[in-house]
C-alpha cells in the first residue's frame, strides 16, 4: 500500500527560478518535458515557456505555450465530462490538469508574444480563444463549483470505535461561493481593450465598450476612459508592466489523536495495538512560512484532544516580491506633457490563486478524510492480525525469543501505522512562473520616435531594475504597447 502513496514535492527548479537563474531552471524543464511520462508537463510546459517569455525569447514562448494550451484543452474536455471531479480535486499521482486561472492567462501570454512577434492579428486571435474558454467551461466549471454538494463522510468503523466527530466538522473548510469562482482576468481585459483599439474595424467599437465596463468592474480604480479614447492628432504609448512571482500554495494539516491503544483479550494474554492517530491534509494560501507550535484543542471528555498545524512538509520557499511602484522616465529632448508618469496596479495574481485554493478547499478535505482512513484502518486491522499472530507463538514456546519477536512486531505496527500519515499529501501542484502582478498606463503624446527607462523601485524609492526602450514609434490615432517585467 505504501509504493502507491503520493508526496508532496516541490521541482528543483524552483530555487534556480527565485534567484533568476534561468539557463538552469530551463535546462531542468527541458529535461524533465524530454521524458516520456511526466504527469507535471501541463506545468512545466506553462513555466517554461514564461521564463522563456522573460527572456523575449517569443517564438520559443509562443511554441511552447500552443502546445500547453492544447493539452490544457484536452485535460479540461475530459473533466468536463466527470463533472469537472479532475479538474478540481486531482490527486498528486493524477496528470496535472492545470487550475481554472491558468486556463485565461495562457491566452494572455501567448497573445503578448505574438504581439511582441510583429503579429498584432494573431494576438487579437489569441484575446479571443480566451473569450471562446469563458463560454465553453469557465463558466461551466462555475456552475458546477456552486452546485457541488460533496459532504463529509465519516467511515463506520470511526464511529464503532468511538472516536470524536466533532473535531472533523469543526475543521471542514466553507463551502464555495460565487465570489471563488474565477471567471476573468484584469489583464485579458486590458488586453483586449488596446489590440481593440489598434483594430480600424468599425465593428470593434462595440467589442471595446463591452471590455471597458469588464475591466472597470474587475478593477474600480484603474483609469479604464484613458485608455479608449485619444485626442485629434495624438497618439498614444501604453506600458503593460509585470512584477515579482506568483504565490505558492502549501497544505494544512490536522491531526486527530493520539487514540488509546486497544487491547484485545486472546487467553492467557492481551495483544495490544499500538496508540495511533489521524491526519488530514488540504490545500492552503499562501503556503506557512512559520513554523507554528502545535495547538492542543481539548474536547472535554467527548473524545480526543485534537491538533491543527501547518503541513511537517518543508516549508515552501516564498518567491521574493520587492516592487512596491513602476514609473516611466522620458529622455531628455522631447516635447512631453510629463517627464514621467507612474503606472497603475492592474492585477493580483495571487487573488486568482487565493481563490481557487478556497474553492477546492472542502473537496480536498473530505476526500483526505475518506483516504486517511481507510488506509489507517486497513493499517490497524493488519497489526491486529499481525499481532494476534505472534501472540499464538508466545502462547506455544514461551521464550525470550519469541517474546523478543512479539515485541519487534509490535514496534513493526506502530512504524506502519504512524507511516500511514506521511503518504497523506494535500495536491498543492500549480505553474510558478507567473507574475505576482501586473501594472500598467500610458500616455497621449505627438507622432513620432520616444526613448525612456520602465524603473521599478521598492518601498523606500530605490531602483531595484530599470529596463531601457529606444525610439518607440508613436503613431497617430493608434496605441503602442510596450511591455516589461522585473521578476526580483
Not at 515557456?49 to 474536455?77: N, P
Not at 469537472?84 to 491558468?102: H, I, K, Q, S, T
Not at 466533532?166 to 475543521?171: G, I, Q, T
Not at 507567473?434 to 523606500?460: R, T
Request: net charge negative; hydrophobic share 35%; proline share 4%.
Amino acid at each position: 500500500m505504501l509504493s502507491c502513496a503520493t508526496t508532496m514535492s516541490l521541482p528543483e527548479y524552483l530555487q534556480n527560478l527565485d534567484s533568476e537563474n534561468y539557463k538552469a531552471c530551463t535546462s531542468e524543464l527541458e529535461r524533465r518535458n524530454a521524458k516520456t511520462t511526466n504527469d507535471d508537463r501541463i506545468r512545466d510546459n506553462f513555466d517554461l515557456a514564461l521564463i522563456k517569455h522573460y527572456q523575449k525569447d517569443y517564438e520559443t514562448s509562443l511554441k511552447i505555450l500552443g502546445e500547453t494550451d492544447r493539452l490544457m484543452d484536452d485535460a479540461v474536455t475530459k473533466s468536463i465530462t466527470k463533472g469537472f471531479a479532475a479538474a478540481v480535486g486531482n490527486d498528486n499521482a493524477e496528470e496535472y490538469a492545470g487550475n481554472p486561472y491558468e486556463y485565461v492567462y495562457v491566452n494572455v501570454f501567448n497573445a503578448l508574444n505574438y504581439y511582441n512577434a510583429g503579429n498584432v492579428e494573431e494576438a487579437a486571435v489569441e484575446v479571443r480563444r480566451l473569450n471562446e474558454k469563458q463560454r465553453k467551461y469557465l463558466n461551466e466549471y462555475g456552475e458546477w463549483l456552486k452546485n457541488d454538494n460533496e459532504k463529509l463522510e465519516i467511515n463506520e468503523t470511526y464511529k464503532k470505535l468511538n472516536l470524536d466527530t466533532a473535531a472533523l466538522y469543526a475543521s471542514v473548510p466553507e463551502k464555495a461561493t460565487e465570489d471563488d469562482i474565477f471567471r476573468d482576468s484584469s489583464t485579458a481585459r486590458y488586453l483586449s481593450i488596446v489590440f481593440g483599439m489598434m483594430d480600424d474595424s468599425v465593428n470593434n467599437s462595440w467589442n471595446i465598450e463591452s471590455d471597458s465596463r469588464t475591466l472597470l468592474a474587475l478593477n474600480p480604480t484603474f483609469d479604464v476612459s484613458s485608455e479608449t479614447k485619444i485626442s485629434d492628432g495624438k497618439g498614444r504609448l501604453d506600458i503593460l508592466s509585470f512584477a515579482g512571482l506568483i504565490g505558492r500554495r502549501g497544505e494544512r494539516r490536522l491531526r486527530i489523536g493520539p487514540f488509546p491503544g486497544i487491547q484485545f483479550p486472546t487467553g492467557r494474554h492481551f495483544v495490544y495495538i499500538p496508540a495511533f492517530d489521524l491526519e488530514f491534509v488540504w490545500p492552503e494560501f499562501p503556503a506557512p512560512q512559520t513554523i507554528i507550535k502545535p495547538v492542543i484543542v481539548p474536547t472535554f471528555g467527548r473524545g480526543p484532544s485534537f491538533t491543527l498545524y501547518p503541513g511537517k512538509n518543508e516549508l515552501i520557499p516564498m518567491p521574493k516580491n520587492t516592487v512596491s511602484s513602476i514609473r516611466v522616465v522620458f529622455e531628455k529632448g522631447n516635447t512631453l506633457p510629463h517627464q514621467a508618469f507612474t503606472l497603475s496596479l492592474l492585477e493580483d495574481f495571487n487573488y486568482a490563486v487565493k481563490k481557487d485554493v478556497h474553492s477546492k478547499a472542502r473537496k480536498a478535505y473530505s476526500r483526505s478524510v475518506k483516504r486517511s482512513m481507510v488506509k489507517k484502518f486497513t493499517a490497524v486491522a493488519g497489526a491486529t492480525a499481525t499481532l494476534l499472530l505472534a501472540e499464538e507463538a508466545v502462547k506455544k514456546q514461551e521464550n525470550l525469543l519469541t517474546i523478543a519477536a512479539y515485541a519487534t512486531t509490535y514496534l513493526s505496527a506502530a512504524k506502519a501505522a504512524d507511516q500511514i500519515d506521511r503518504s497523506e499529501t494535500a495536491d498543492i501542484r500549480q505553474v510558478y512562473a507567473l507574475p505576482a502582478q501586473s501594472y500598467a498606463g500610458g500616455i497621449e503624446l505627438e507622432a513620432g520616435f520616444y526613448s525612456f527607462k520602465v524603473q521599478y523601485l521598492s518601498q523606500k524609492g530605490d531602483i531595484i531594475k530599470e529596463e531601457y526602450f529606444k525610439d518607440i514609434e508613436i503613431k497617430q490615432g493608434k496605441p503602442t504597447l510596450v511591455e516589461s517585467s522585473c521578476q526580483k
